[in-house]
């Protein structure tokens, strides 16, 4: 069963907008962690936010924001005042504090960021 | 910051070749990843390790592949006979915990590996 769902492939978004990128997931561990990376054509992976599930607020780095909805199962990121340079693939991911899962990260399958001018 | 480092950037081989490809986790880090990435898909986990020890794999991590930490620093993934499917992007991962709620991890700037 997919762990990590990110429903939304890819995303216009003009610069100086917001936008959200949608991201649920399944677990059945109370403790488990949530990310949110960038990955731009050059390949790497940069971390963005980070949202622990015993964490009462939602994370906010920046510009980016994490609309961390428990109950819901969902974690979306946020950002806004969008700029050319967040042209990217986005993945959301998930780690969790069961014994076999040894705190690997499962990641959605991303959603392609455009942001025009 | 510490960083995860790995090596080479780029690397090329021929079919039936063997590559080593190269990390250096953040040094007080006990768990490590290997990730691949085919390009334009998703991240897919490889294995991980603890203990000097594989403590889990996937499917994709079969006898062609090992991994080792041959000197306490180092963390390395072997593909013992490389195919033309092993071409993607491939990171490493490490984190001081196993996961949870004390749950960052830190990924490599990875290596582009293309078999000809």
């Known amino acids: 069963a997919q762990k990590i769902t990110q429903t939304q492939p890819g995303m216009f978004v003009q610069e100086k907008e917001a936008v959200t990128l949608d991201c649920t997931y399944d677990t059945s561990d109370p403790s488990y962690g949530l990310f949110w990376y960038k990955q731009p054509s050059s390949g790497e992976m940069i971390f963005l936010i980070y949202?622990?599930?015993?964490?009462?607020q939602n994370a906010t780095e920046g510009r980016y924001s994490l609309n961390f909805q428990k109950a819901r199962k969902s974690a979306n990121l946020v950002i806004s005042a969008s700029q050319l340079g967040d042209s990217a693939m986005y993945f959301c991911?998930?780690?969790?504090?069961?014994?076999?899962?040894?705190?690997?990260?499962?990641f959605g399958a991303g959603t392609q960021v455009v942001v025009t001018p | 910051e510490p960083e995860v480092t790995q090596t080479p950037s780029h690397q090329v081989t021929q079919m039936g070749q063997e590559v080593i490809l190269r990390c250096v986790p953040i040094s007080n880090h006990l768990y490590f990843y290997w990730y691949r990435q085919i390009l334009g898909q998703k991240v897919e986990f490889l294995v991980s390790f603890y203990n000097n020890e594989i403590s889990e794999k996937s499917e994709i991590f079969d006898d062609q592949f090992s991994v080792e930490r041959p000197d306490g620093s180092n963390f390395t993934l072997k593909i013992r006979s490389t195919k033309l499917e092993d071409s993607a992007m491939y990171f490493c991962?490490?984190?001081?915990?196993?996961?949870?709620?004390?749950?960052?991890?830190?990924f490599g700037q990875g290596t582009r590996l293309t078999v000809v």
């Open positions: 991962a490490s984190s001081e915990t196993r996961g949870g709620v004390n749950t960052e991890a830190f």
């Open positions: 949202q622990g599930s015993y964490d009462q």
């Open positions: 991911a998930m780690r969790e504090a069961t014994t076999d899962s040894w705190g690997k990260f499962q």
